[in-house]
């Protein structure tokens, strides 16, 4: 354990120089988010804290069916870390521990004297939040909300002790929102954000619960520092009693689907709106693409025990599929992903007119939820979505969403996630 300890002390100084080094990020204004500062740190240093923290997070073995074949989880500790465009692409000796603890010996296999089992995917797994350490590796969002929702977004130790952060019987996180039966202003909710932030890569959610209900508005989504310029992708995003799943790219000028046509783009989702991803040329609605079945979102995704998102983001474009639970694909159960087998994505945007390095830059990861608001409160008196057939206004007689979700805490009791895991793969 020398060489843990030496890490530390090494780590320690590390980010001490780091601190002392770091400069004033901008701070972002967006529709979306208020990010608030980012530290960078300089490429050299990276590298080595990358390494460095990889070699301390590798200690913990685990066991799960999942996660039988990968034979050390990483689970994240409280730091900041970064990976650009050259760790993505990177496979230089600096990876070798992270490849070591990854094909190394499973502490979970039966047999004496273990094989490891041979990688056959560039894809590395480089995050891991799940189980009881879920909420280790995540900042704590307490500005006012950005799209106009009424919640009081709250610090960890609020959230628990209001019980807005639990786990389940099976040790899976819960995310809700407060239910007392009236409030007179806000609710309280939670927004977390990874503390690292990710230049590409494959984001996979394992959930069985998606929060919905009239006034509810929750996200699973990665954004950068200074929207809409550096981008925003959502994975898992919808309101009210939709049912079905809407991804949507936030960018700066430029970026955009090369056709509506699902076929054209080889995805099973529907295009809504426009081509055009741009934020500010779209008066922020971004490009976003309804998934065709109702299991992928809220009442429908709750009910088949909910399934897995994964986000690919790499040089081919990005692309979101969602895989229901025990349709899970095989690749990813045993760890060892290779996304050409997964079939046709339920949301897609090609890099041919969408270059992803150049409109995505540095994003963390983010759950949140939030009530009324720019999205769930417009939509209030809007009815012929699926699963919101009739209006909110007309189902639950209220004129103002508001003044609906105030009065009924009771109507909030399914406005809550329940995480299995969140992971990041990256090709290292
Ligand atoms: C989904 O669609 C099927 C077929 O139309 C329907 O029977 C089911 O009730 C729908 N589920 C939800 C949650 O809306």
Not at 43 to 57: E, I, N
Not at 178 to 198: A, C, D, G, H, L
Not at 217 to 245: L, S
Request: glycine fraction near 10%.
């Amino acid at each position: 354990m020398t060489s843990f300890k030496s890490s530390l002390l090494f780590l320690t100084l590390l980010l001490g120089l780091c601190l002392a080094a770091n400069s004033n990020a901008p701070t972002a204004r967006s529709w979306r988010d208020i990010s608030g500062r980012i530290n960078r740190h300089s490429t050299g240093l990276v590298q080595d804290f990358r390494s460095a923290f990889q070699r301390v997070f590798s200690v913990q073995p685990e066991e799960d069916d999942l996660d039988k074949n990968i034979e050390q989880d990483f689970i994240v500790g409280e730091t900041t870390d970064e990976y650009d465009d050259e760790d993505w692409k990177s496979s230089g000796s600096d990876e070798t521990d992270l490849d070591d603890a990854l094909d190394g010996t499973s502490p979970t296999t039966d047999t004496a004297n273990p094989t490891p089992i041979p990688s056959t995917s560039p894809w590395k797994l480089v995050q891991m939040h799940k189980g009881t350490d879920f909420f280790k590796g995540w900042d704590f969002f307490t500005a006012s909300d950005p799209t106009h929702g009424i919640v009081n977004y709250v610090d960890e130790k609020t959230a628990r002790k209001n019980k807005l952060l639990e786990f389940n019987e099976l040790g899976h996180a819960i995310l809700r929102v407060e239910t007392t039966p009236t409030v007179k202003s806000k609710r309280m909710s939670v927004r977390i954000s990874t503390k690292n932030y990710f230049n590409g890569g494959i984001f996979i959610l394992d959930a069985t619960h998606i929060p919905f209900g009239c006034g509810v508005w929750p996200a699973f989504w990665t954004n950068g520092p200074r929207w809409p310029y550096t981008g925003e992708i959502d994975i898992v995003e919808a309101v009210n009693d939709y049912t079905h799943n809407q991804a949507t790219l936030h960018t700066d000028y430029g970026c955009k689907l090369p056709s509506t046509s699902s076929g054209k783009l080889g995805m099973s989702g529907k295009v809504i709106g426009g081509v055009d991803c741009g934020a500010h040329s779209t008066n922020n609605q971004g490009c976003g693409i309804r998934a065709a079945s109702n299991n992928t979102y809220g009442k429908g995704f709750n009910a088949i025990d909910g399934g897995m998102y994964a986000m690919k983001w790499d040089s081919t474009g990005i692309e979101v599929y969602f895989f229901k639970r025990g349709s899970i694909p095989k690749d990813i159960i045993a760890g060892e992903l290779q996304p050409s087998k997964w079939g046709k994505p339920q949301a897609r945007w090609p890099a041919s007119s969408c270059n992803p390095s150049k409109y995505f830059v540095d994003h963390r990861i983010i759950f949140d939820t939030t009530l009324c608001g720019d999205w769930a409160g417009n939509v209030w008196g809007s009815s012929g979505v699926p699963g919101q057939e009739r209006s909110c206004k007309a189902r639950t007689g209220y004129a103002r969403c508001e003044d609906f979700v105030r009065a009924n805490g009771a109507a909030m009791k399914e406005a809550y996630w329940v995480i299995k895991s969140v992971r990041v793969w990256q090709k290292v």
